[in-house]
């Protein structure tokens, strides 16, 4: 079956400017992560949905990001106003069940670059 | 907040050598997860070991669960180029539902 998709798997921008990053888990997970992972790190969590609602958005930097999953499935990461410091690759990642160890199977990631 | 701190950062050997990576925290972890991550894609994961002790095989990779649940440890015996990735560690924070991933071991395997 089809993996974890994310699009665009690049994204250019200026900064200032507003962009969203979509996330298409594995049909039937109801968990999804997302991630931010900058050069030499790894993975930064962000936000946590069980269903449709958001679990945990603990590692959100600040307001400038915001998630919805409105229907329990697609996923849009949102960031207004970004920063070159907002440059690096957005993973996202879906699980059949949760938190407690479970699988989390990873997209191929968005590289954002805000110039 | 829990910390996973990886090491060596950076390893580059030759095919056919042993090698062990590490994956220390000061803090209990319910169960950790080893992942492998190639360029370009995201994490896969290789094992999670719940049990303070647990050894867990898988062909050459060897990964062992510390006895206070605060550590782990990867070994790969006789390497190949094809083991070349950054290696991670992952834990779930005990006070939510995130993640936390250490900022892994690049391996480099020449053949």
């Known amino acids: 079956g089809a993996g974890v998709s994310q699009t665009p798997s690049n994204k250019v921008t200026e900064k200032g400017k507003y962009v969203e990053l979509r996330c298409d888990p594995i049909?039937?997970?109801?968990?999804l992560y997302w991630y931010r992972q900058s050069l030499g790190q790894g993975p930064e969590f962000l936000i946590y949905?069980?269903?449709?609602?958001?679990?945990?958005d603990s590692g959100l930097p600040n307001d400038r990001f915001f998630a919805v999953r409105p229907e329990g499935s697609v996923s849009t990461l949102k960031i207004q106003r970004t920063e070159r410091g907002d440059s690096a690759v957005y993973l996202c990642?879906?699980?059949?069940?949760?938190?407690?160890?479970?699988?989390?199977?990873f997209g191929p990631g968005t590289r954002l670059t805000v110039l | 907040t829990q910390l996973l701190e990886q090491s060596p950062q950076f390893l580059s050997i030759q095919e056919g050598e042993n090698l062990t990576v590490y994956c220390n925290s000061s803090s209990v972890f319910s169960s950790l997860q080893w992942y492998r991550q190639e360029p370009g894609e995201g994490p896969v994961l290789l094992v999670t070991?719940?049990?303070?002790?647990e050894v867990k095989k898988l062909k050459r990779l060897t990964f062992q669960f510390g006895d206070a649940r605060k550590d782990s440890s990867l070994h790969i015996t006789a390497a190949q180029p094809g083991d070349t990735g950054l290696y991670l560690c992952?834990?779930?924070?005990?006070?939510?539902?995130?993640?936390?991933f250490g900022a892994g071991t690049r391996l480099f395997v020449k053949a």
């Open positions: 949905f069980q269903g449709t609602g958001a679990a945990d």
């Open positions: 049909s039937g997970h109801t968990a």
């Open positions: 990642a879906s699980s059949p069940i949760g938190s407690g160890g479970n699988e989390q199977f």
């Open positions: 070991v719940v049990t303070g002790g």
């Open positions: 992952a834990g779930e924070d005990t006070g939510g539902f995130k993640t936390i």
